[in-house]
């Protein structure tokens, strides 16, 4: 297990192998970012990466973040804490529950504070982290899902990951990528990695009123990437047609999914591929982007 954050994890790239892929014409090759690490999974160890080398830099005692009930990013946060040094707490939407990430929580020795609904909506103030920073000074505040130009510039680093790959695959190039999106920030690592020699496809995981645009606008521009809507119907919204997708993609290819992010970024692609929107020759990267952890709040 790598235990330094300052030498990231490698991700196979694996190509897939699914029905309406090969009656399109369209190659896919996945980004399996599930594999990197058993706690700090998936795109989350990308997005801390600067947040950690910040907090070493400067001393901090210990880390700060927010997040849900079954959040990927507190989950692997936690798990970051512990494995390098830094002392964890959360903060968190809602009241008070005892769920399978949150005894994680807990057991990874995280100090937990549940804000409710109208005090977590308050993240987005100006003076939001004041009384935090007054409760646990020197610590280092990381914004929910580890977004910001920090987490961005960490994600750039899953560009290099992909490319070097590609000879394995036979591979001299490829066309685009497509990944899940919940905040916008491993999206825009992409986008500024790429600096407009491949297109990035977003698959909006949470409903348009998220600020998802606003914050990705505010990273990398207007240029370099499409959002597609994908949350059917709202955040954390799963249904039988999505279960039941899922089910059939992972006995296609033997790849674990999960529903709020994976699972509808390749819904997304299926509907797009299905309606003529990809032409027939096309190379695209997926990225998984790991959070299987969080299967558990709805299996």
């Known amino acids: 297990m790598n235990t330094d954050f ?9 190509l897939l192998k699914l029905p309406w892929l090969e009656q399109a014409g369209v190659q896919a090759a996945m980004l399996r970012l599930d594999l990197i690490d058993p706690l700090i999974s998936g795109n989350k ?16 005692p210990g880390l700060i973040s927010l997040g849900g009930n079954h959040s990927n990013h507190l989950h692997a946060l936690a798990a970051a804490g512990r494995r390098f040094g830094f002392a964890t707490a959360g903060l968190l939407r809602g009241h008070a529950q005892q769920t399978p990430t949150v005894l994680d929580l807990q057991r990874l020795g995280m100090q937990l504070h549940w804000l409710g609904y109208g005090g977590y909506r308050a993240r987005h103030q100006a003076d939001f982290w004041l009384p935090w920073q007054s409760q646990y000074p020197g610590w280092h505040c990381i914004a929910e899902g580890g977004g910001g130009i920090d987490g961005a510039l ?17 591979w001299d190039d490829y066309d685009a990528w497509w990944l899940a999106v919940g905040t916008g920030t ?35 521009g207007e240029h370099g990437y499409h959002l597609h809507d994908a949350c059917r119907g709202g955040f954390a919204c799963i249904d039988d047609t999505l279960l039941r997708f899922i089910d059939d993609t992972e006995q296609s290819t033997g790849i674990p999914l999960e529903a709020l992010y994976t699972g509808k970024l390749l819904m997304a692609l299926r509907e797009r591929v299905s309606g003529g929107h990809i032409a027939r020759g096309t190379r695209l990267i997926v990225v998984h982007s790991g959070g299987l952890q969080g299967r558990r709040g709805y299996l």
Request: proline share 5%; with cysteine.
């Open 6 to 14: 300052t030498d990231l994890p490698r991700a196979p790239l694996q």
């Open 45 to 60: 160890w990308f997005k801390l990466r600067h947040h950690l080398l910040a907090a070493r830099a400067s001393g901090a």
């Open 186 to 220: 491993t999206l825009a690592g992409l986008v500024l990695a790429e600096a407009g020699a491949h297109g990035v496809h977003g698959a909006l995981a949470v409903p348009s009123d998220y600020g998802v645009q606003e914050n990705v606008r505010a990273l990398v």
């Open 154 to 170: 960490g994600c750039a680093a899953i560009v290099e990951q992909a490319r070097a790959q590609l000879p394995a695959l036979g």
